[in-house]
């Protein structure tokens, strides 16, 4: 299942609390920064949820 | 370190000690009044946030004290006029613990290396190795061609070439070859690698068999029970049955049925377990109980929620306030 970063609730990681935590905990190298957002890679995603759960913002979802 | 304090008929007082706290939330699940917050656990874990694990909302907070007993590793302190309730008797006592028996232990330091929380420290004293091994060494210098053999094979490092080098006014290579007797085990290479005969060795251990004397190893082996999380590793490591554990809890630590693990791509079980009590086999989480203490912190960061902790029986003595009693006998049931 796809992972949604829902682009109001995160504001970019320059206004992340986790300073783009999903990012540094993505193991697989799923998420990745581009102009401040969060850019998801759905073929390397391995569907752990590790984004989901601890994203600060909670602006991380599954469709 | 968090502390509320509030002064009236009794000061009281809670402070959150970060150093000690395992992030396992067991006092979330206890505070009657919601005001302590778990922090999130893996990033903190992992390095990537600095946190404490715990919050307490001070406002919130009715400084009952509920928290402090059910932590099991004393990472919360409550006093009430500056007696730590810990030590008083109305209030509820764990008996967990851990102990090395001096008598028994041998001063392997499997232990040291083993413990997870680095709360064992041993000092030991090795006898010379003159006491165990005896015999005689001659160097002929005069045979000696300081080529160096002797020295690059000695296996106990026991051989010293004094070389120099080579000029119009010192021409040759080496001055003395020493062997050095506190260090020589009587082997015999040196003697058998000199290409000019020059080395003597007797070894005369065999002879005086003997007069040996048994050889004790003496030492210091100390249990920082500050550091101690009574996670059994000592206990399960331990060749001479010299390290002793009770735990806080006893119960099972299994996974969901239809558990999809997703292994060395999350890793979060294994990352904030205090007890280093899982890994990654097989691209799947491996626990082994008998290192686990059963605080949940894996339950909680597993973002499948595959892992099961069931607590069937906790060492939480003198509960004596029948509330209590249902509030902290919660963390038995298996959720």
Redesign the interface.
Known sequence: MPVIIDQEKCEGISECP?EG?CI??C??GALEEKDNQIVFISEKC?????C???C?SQAIVKE | MVVVKREGKQNRSLEHKNQKCLGCGICTDICPTSALRLGPILPIARGLLKSDYISINQEKCCLCGLCASSCPFDALEFCINDENTRHMKQYPQWNHNASIDEKECIYCGKCAIACPRDAIHLQRKLPARSDLVFGETEVDLDKCVYCGMCEEMCPADAITIEKNEVSSDKPYVGSSTKIDESKCIYCGICKRICPEDAIKIVCTTCMNRDNIKPVAVDGDIILDEDQCINCGWCQEICPVDAAHVTKPFEGNITFEENFECKGDSCHACEDVCPCNAISMVDNHSFINPQFCVLCGACERACPQKGIVIERIDMRLANVRSTSWDKRLNSLKQSK
């Open positions: 986790g935590l540094k905990l193991e697989k391995d569907d752990c949820d590790i989901i759960q601890n600060p």
